[in-house]
């Protein structure tokens, strides 16, 4: 059952690239496992997934140690400093980080450790009141002082946009994301790359990918609903 909703997800992330003439090869499905077990990950792991999503640092900690090697984490959720530690020698990339104070608490443990962790600046595009991430406006000035901390690399920008019936609605917040994204890239600034755009969920992740992003991140059409 979880290799048909994976089938179909990944059918799906096609058509959009069809549609929009994008590379397919430029998408990366993330599977968003939080909550879930390792053995539904071994299911998708088996399908040649191997980039996984989870938000809570323990869990990166406790499911990398069980599960095979070639897995790439996501740190999605908010991090708080006292839990970085968890997540700097485990994750693939941390999509979460919207603050300097979080990136110098990430810069530490890396130069404890000898890492470059790359990482994205997280906007809070429709600036709601319950979402983490910085202002549209602050998104520079955020990805500068990141970019300043040695230890880190800041490889683009991230985004949950607003829960939405249908994905359509969400678009101009991804146009937006793309062209912050765009507008930053072409300041060249020093440690940044700006390749990478997270953006798209289960409820608008084709709408994501129509409009540029490179990082989808997928739980509940994939896994099935989540019981907190
Ligand atoms: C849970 C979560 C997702 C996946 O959400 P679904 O609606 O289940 O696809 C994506 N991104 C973030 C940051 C999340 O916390």
Redesign the pocket.
């Known amino acids: 059952m979880l290799t048909d909703n994976l089938k179909d997800v990944q059918s799906r992330i096609l058509a959009a690239c069809r549609r929009s003439g994008r590379d397919p090869e430029e998408v990366t499905l993330i599977a968003?496992s939080?909550t879930k077990p390792a053995s539904m990950i071994e299911e998708i792991y088996a399908q040649g997934v191997r980039d996984f999503?989870e938000?809570r640092p323990q869990e990166i900690r406790d499911k990398s140690g069980i599960l095979p090697d070639d897995i790439r984490w996501h740190m999605?959720?908010q991090l708080q400093t006292n839990k970085v530690k968890y997540v700097v020698p485990r994750a693939a990339l941390i999509?979460?980080v919207d603050s300097v104070h979080l990136g110098e608490a990430i810069e530490k443990e890396a130069a404890k450790l000898g890492l470059t962790v790359p990482v994205l600046a997280e906007v809070n595009i429709a600036g709601e009141e319950s979402k983490s991430g910085v202002r549209p406006d602050e998104t520079e000035a955020l990805v500068r002082a990141l970019a300043a901390l040695p230890h880190l690399r800041v490889e683009g920008l991230m985004t949950?946009a607003p829960f939405v019936e249908n994905g359509e609605e969400n678009r101009g917040c991804f146009r937006e994301m793309k062209e912050l994204s765009v507008d930053i890239k072409a300041k060249n600034i020093d440690n940044v790359t700006m390749c990478r755009l997270s953006m798209g969920?289960?409820?608008d992740f084709e709408t994501a990918v129509e409009e540029g992003a490179t990082l989808v991140?997928?739980?509940?059409?994939i896994f099935g609903s989540?019981n907190y």
């Open positions: 968003v939080k999503g938000n999605i959720g999509h979460s949950i969920m289960t409820c991140r997928v739980g509940t059409a989540r």
